[in-house]
């Protein structure tokens, strides 16, 4: 039986999100409250415990559309507007305050679906600390409080990561709980630490639940919780980030890289992981998918956003939602490997043929086969244009989401039905790009860096890199298979700003494709979907927000340039 994180056969799960302040409010009129757990419940009862910590994976619902469905979890995953959409992969059609990040407006004040990761990512320390601070009181055996102590840590250290790449320099809390009452003038509980020591700390927390979590666990409730290559897994990504621009300064230090790519060889070397034969299905299959190291599993008890409505093609009965930029679609190789050039005839007139097979896998563009028809985004009449109906829901940029979409599932009345594909936080592709980035900026390309490459390409259909490539050579080798393999996961906006080339590609326009059908042959234009686009040298770090800063009585020191 899968475990699912959100919804067991504990009915008491949802309830918990409240439940660290029960200890802090006073008895109102000696009524026992029959929508919550007590913290004396949970701390005398093993399996309520148990049930608290795997609760931890989940985080709290701090604004609107954000968890749709369900409560949210490591990031975004699947919402409407995914993280995608704050970079040059795609735009949000219905904006929900993505735009502004695009735009280069971020403000402490307006701080658009980027807001809630300080508060979410707090809290969330904040209830693990809890749990760390009464694991040793409670009636349970050594062996499963070391699992669970490793569990939280791990949790923890997600939650740190993501301040991290986030924010930069955090507060670390370490297993401090604050309490109503408790002196909120100390500094040391706004205090942030540099970027080094809280990579530092974080990592260390790792090796400690590395040390204690099993390979996989052993009952019902297994599958979405941390495992030992899950814990392995977070540390290489870290280390890759620690060793990486925007962590280290004008400072290449080889040694940083080295031990970014022992850690990922490390994952490598544990035998449990390998890449699932089909990158498509990759993201619909979950039983027997070697490729998940980490994922958050759903089903029909715990739905997410229905992708197929909320990302389809108008002319399907689509709302567009995420939908893919020309910047994206140029970067697709044609087949042979070569890149694909609007100044080669051959390639212009038919620029949808011959290209790399994660294209068709990934995005729907004018031709495509989908759903018993070709995808029309062509104007005039195209089904899917401005010309067809619904078209208030038509593509801004010419091009929709076609990664994660389950044609099985439907797009029309999807309620109750749909949303039932897996989110992956770490899959291990990505600890093969992390091995090859590492090694090749450790130690130059060398067989091992061609191996992990074209062992993702192979998968893909694609050919092998040519032999014979320079340092830099490969690192804009690997940084374009990055940009293709993990296209839409999270990815792409902390690559270009730890490569510190944010400035760069963030500032290119905003792309989209205009076809034109005449005398049934297609014209193809290029064109700005989304005015504005910009990004300052501020941006490589998030705003703190400015409520958070005034709830630590204007002690927590905002990022430069906020």
């Given amino acids: 039986m899968k475990f699912n994180i959100i919804y067991t056969k504990i009915l008491l799960f949802s309830l918990f999100g409240s439940l660290i302040l029960v200890g802090c409010q006073e008895d ?61 992969e795609s735009i949000y059609n219905n904006d929900d305050n993505t735009w502004l990040i695009q735009q280069g407006q971020l403000a402490p004040e307006n701080t658009g679906i980027a807001g809630t990761i300080w508060g979410r990512s707090y809290r969330s320390i904040r209830e693990v600390n809890y749990a760390l601070n009464n694991i040793d009181n409670l009636a349970m055996s050594d062996s499963k409080k070391e699992v669970l102590t490793a569990e939280l840590k791990f949790i923890r250290a997600y939650r740190y990561h993501d301040l991290i790449r986030n924010y930069g320099e955090v507060v670390l809390m370490e297993d401090r709980v604050v309490e109503l009452g408790d002196d909120l003038t100390d500094p040391s509980l706004f205090e942030k630490s540099t970027i080094s020591e809280s990579l530092t700390y974080t990592i260390n927390e790792l090796n400690e639940a590395i040390n204690a979590l099993p390979e996989n666990h052993s009952n019902n409730w297994q599958e979405g919780r941390a495992t030992k290559g899950a814990a392995m897994a977070l540390k290489a990504r870290l280390l890759l980030y620690a060793a990486s621009p925007l962590y280290n300064g004008e400072t290449n230090d080889a040694q940083k890289w080295a031990d970014a790519a022992n850690a990922a060889q490390e994952v490598m070397d544990l035998g449990l992981y390998s890449l699932y034969p089909d990158y498509q299905q990759l993201f619909l299959e979950s039983a027997g998918n070697s490729e998940i190291i980490f994922a958050r599993y759903y089903n029909l008890n715990a739905l997410h956003t229905a992708l197929e409505i909320a990302n389809g093609p108008n002319g399907y009965g689509g709302w567009g939602g995420n939908v893919p930029l020309q910047n994206l679609v140029d970067d697709y190789e044609m087949a042979d490997g070569s890149e694909f050039d609007w100044n080669n005839e051959s390639h212009a007139e038919e620029p949808y043929q011959n290209r790399d097979p994660r294209f068709y896998q990934t995005i729907l563009y004018n031709g495509a086969e989908y759903r018993g028809r070709e995808v029309e985004t062509f104007v005039p009449n195209g089904l899917d244009s401005p010309d067809g109906p619904s078209n208030w829901n038509t593509s801004k940029s010419g091009y929709y989401l076609r990664k994660f979409i389950d044609e099985d599932l439907p797009i029309i009345n999807p309620w109750g039905v749909a949303g039932t594909q897996d989110w992956i936080y770490i899959r291990y592709g990505e600890i093969l790009l992390n091995y090859a980035e590492a090694q090749n900026e450790a130690v130059g390309p060398d067989e091992s860096v061609y191996n992990a490459l074209n062992l993702i390409r192979s998968r893909a259909g694609m050919p092998n890199l040519e032999s014979g490539l320079s340092q830099s050579e490969m690192r804009e080798k690997i940084r374009h298979e990055r940009r293709i393999e993990l296209a839409f996961e999270e990815h792409r906006y902390y690559d270009v700003r730890r490569w510190m080339i944010a400035d760069e590609v963030e500032n290119q326009p905003a792309q989209g494709m205009r076809i034109t059908r005449t005398n049934g042959d297609f014209n193809y234009n290029t064109f700005i979907a989304l005015d504005g686009k910009s990004f300052n040298e501020r941006n490589y770090w998030l705003p703190i927000p400015r409520s958070e800063i005034l709830a630590s009585n204007n002690q927590i020191e905002q990022n430069p340039g906020y």
């Fill in 28 to 88: 109102y009129l000696e009524v026992t409250p029959t929508d919550r757990v007590s913290d004396a419940a949970i701390l005398n009862d093993s399996t309520l415990f148990e049930a608290y910590v795997i609760n931890r994976y989940l985080g709290v619902r701090l604004t609107d559309k954000e968890g749709d469905g369900s409560r949210p979890g490591f990031g975004r995953g699947f919402e409407y507007a995914m993280w995608s959409s704050l970079t040059d």
